[in-house]
């Protein structure tokens, strides 16, 4: 990328902002990979103002031209992965295969937008009462505003803006302050895709401003936000006070239970991969690891040797398995955390150090822990960093109910060969996402994603159940 400043698209325009953000590779802390301009309030005024402007037109377009619009920006996505996938890992720090992977799943998903544009169906019932007919239809809520979070620069913004615009609705979309890149990308892609002026708008700058003034503005009919509960929580507030509908996913602290009859080899690969790849920054990571103790400790020496053995280093080295950490205060936070776990006195297996890599980066070890009892500080609170913590189960219905008892419910796992303590856990697993033998991070495109409790507010994101949230239901009675 050239040092010229990424701008702003606001009703098809490209507009600079009063101020600019560099953003800055955790791999190398040397390399900027661009600079991105800042919105301040009156530019957000006018984003919101072009989508409030653009939405009645778009509300009755045809939907061939939402899918044909949808599936341009999936083809291009799609054929530009590797370029683009590359960006996200030196932006963000995942791998590159991870970054590629996660482009590649943007692609998808607005193909899949595509094709739904064209699905949303309704219902015909007869009436009660005599010579009436009753049709019950969806129709676009209005303007959406569409705020992201650092850890998947493209997956996220795609799963919200694809079926926002799908359904009929204009967008103002905020990305995180730390990955301005991929989303910038995305959008300069959706730019050229034939929509129609104000329909789509690409508003970077600080949470505090941008985020905020989607909260308090009328013309914004709905907010779908992923991040952390605390600004969730914000939202909700706001959103339940001015009536708009809105949509929150936040964090987890998400268990993968591992029984005494399970393959082994299948339970170290599901819970190094759930706990440190995307290194643990993902809300469906694995961070609370329940293991039954027939099995303990065969099992620890198994995990423990694995996660030594993971290559730590530059995102976009070939042999890298766990890139950095995204940035220094997001580092700070899981040192902070391991030091409260030894310090509530879980014992120390291995990991947790800053690395020293050939490049200035945030690189640190992936962290086990072993004998954590679930109610410490550092098993109930979401680290969002490469830390695992070991704790031990007597049986099944004490793992069951360990893995139960957190204020969270996004994912949850288990590795067994039983088909009944399998089935028993997808039926009694308090989270939005069940995953058995596979790792509880790591999802399908095509099918509802979302949790439980603290974790989530409001309906599903992705597949035909994103239709809950971008449109709203009319029930129209008529006397012929
Ligand atoms: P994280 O800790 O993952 O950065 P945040 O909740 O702080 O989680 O950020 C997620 C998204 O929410 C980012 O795009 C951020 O800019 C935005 N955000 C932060 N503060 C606010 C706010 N007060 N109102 C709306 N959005 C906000």
Same mark, same amino acid.
Do not use: N
């Given at each position: 990328m050239s040092q010229a400043v990424h701008a702003n698209y606001i009703n098809a325009e490209w507009v600079q902002g009063p101020s600019q953000r560099s953003n800055i590779n955790p791999s190398d802390t040397r390399d900027v990979v661009g600079l991105f301009t800042q919105a301040d309030e009156q530019q957000v005024d006018q984003a919101i103002q072009a989508a409030h402007t653009a939405a009645p037109a778009w509300a009755l377009s045809n939907p061939q031209q939402r899918a044909d619009a949808l599936d341009k920006i999936g083809t291009e996505i799609l054929a530009r992965k590797d370029e683009l996938g590359e960006l996200l890992s030196r932006e963000e720090g995942k791998t590159r295969p991870e970054g590629i992977g996660e482009f590649a799943r943007a692609g998808a998903i607005f193909k899949f937008f595509a094709q739904e544009?064209?699905?949303?169906?309704?219902?015909?019932l007869a009436s009660v009462r005599p010579g009436l007919e009753i049709e019950v239809t969806r129709e676009p809520i209005g303007v959406v505003g569409l705020i992201t979070p650092w850890n998947f620069p493209a997956a996220i913004p795609a799963w919200k803006i694809a079926p926002a615009l799908a359904y009929g609705n204009a967008v103002v979309f905020k990305p995180a302050e730390l990955v301005p890149a991929s989303a910038w990308a995305l959008s300069e892609i959706i730019s050229r895709a034939g929509l129609p002026p104000g329909v789509f708008n690409l508003v970077m700058g600080p949470g505090s401003v941008v985020g905020q003034a989607f909260l308090n503005d009328a013309r914004v009919d709905g907010i779908s936000f992923t991040g952390s509960a605390g600004t969730g929580a914000r939202i909700a507030q706001a959103a339940v006070q001015r009536g708009a509908k809105f949509q929150l996913e936040m964090g987890g602290k998400n268990p993968c239970v591992v029984l005494d009859d399970a393959d082994l080899d299948t339970a170290v690969n599901c819970v190094v991969q759930s706990a440190f790849y995307s290194t643990g920054q993902r809300c469906t990571a694995a961070s609370r690891i329940i293991v039954q103790k027939d099995?303990?400790?065969?099992?620890?020496?198994? @995990?423990? $040797?694995? =996660? +030594?053995?993971?290559? *730590?280093?530059?995102? @976009?080295? $070939?042999? =890298? +398995?766990?890139?950095? *950490?995204?940035d220094e205060s997001q580092l700070a936070q899981d040192l902070r955390y391991i030091a409260i776990a030894k310090a509530e006195g879980a014992r120390h297996i291995c990991g947790g150090e800053q690395v020293k890599g050939d490049t200035p980066g945030h690189f640190l070890r992936p962290a086990l822990f072993a004998d954590c009892d679930n109610r410490m500080q550092h098993c109930r609170e979401e680290i969002f960093g490469p830390v695992a913590s070991v704790i031990p189960a007597d049986n099944y219905e004490h793992a069951l109910s360990l893995a139960n008892d957190t204020p969270f419910g996004l994912s949850s796992g288990i590795c067994t060969r039983s088909l009944k303590h399998a089935t028993h856990f997808k039926r009694h697993a308090q989270a939005g996402m069940v995953m058995v033998n596979v790792p509880t991070a790591g999802v399908d495109y095509h099918v509802p994603f979302g949790g439980r409790k603290a974790s989530s507010m409001g309906s599903r994101e992705q597949g035909s159940y994103a239709a809950e949230f971008f449109t709203t239901v009319k029930t129209s009675y008529l006397q012929a």
């Open positions: 544009a064209l699905r949303l169906r309704g219902d015909k099995i303990y400790a065969e099992f620890l020496a198994r @995990l423990s $040797a694995a =996660t +030594q053995s993971l290559r *730590v280093g530059h995102a @976009l080295a $070939a042999d =890298t +398995q766990i890139g950095p *950490v995204v």
